[in-house]
């Protein structure tokens, strides 16, 4: 069993900064990829940002690079900092990680930006 637990959400204010947080447990020592999506209310759930164990990173076009991912592999966790805060960013956000064929969700954690 992979456990993927997120934390770093909550209330942010617009044009600020929240760092989220994921760390991966359980029977696993290493990863491929690991990456964040998000829902917002009422829309379909979207690719964020990944990166894998070697620090290639992919970001949806819509980041612009305001969202860097990083990692640490020797603890299988990875982060997202969230710079710049828009209003649209208030989502759930959720880790994925990737290991061959098998991949595996957190339960999500909530960010909400507003004034």
């Known amino acids: 069993q992979v456990q993927l637990v997120e934390s770093g959400g909550g209330l942010g204010q617009p044009g600020g900064s929240l760092r989220l947080s994921c760390a991966a447990s359980g029977t696993i020592f290493d990863f491929d990829v690991m990456g964040w999506y998000r829902q917002a209310p009422g829309k379909q759930l979207e690719f964020v940002a990944r990166?894998?164990?070697?620090?290639?990173?992919t970001y949806a076009d819509y980041m612009k690079g305001r969202f860097p991912i990083s990692r640490d592999s020797a603890k299988n966790t990875v982060s997202l900092q969230m710079n710049r805060l828009k209003p649209e960013a208030t989502a759930v956000y959720y880790c994925?990680?990737?290991?061959?064929?098998?991949?595996?969700w957190g339960k999500g954690t909530l960010v909400t930006v507003s004034s």
């Open positions: 990166i894998t164990s070697g620090g290639s990173t």
């Open positions: 994925k990680l990737l290991k061959g064929a098998l991949g595996f």
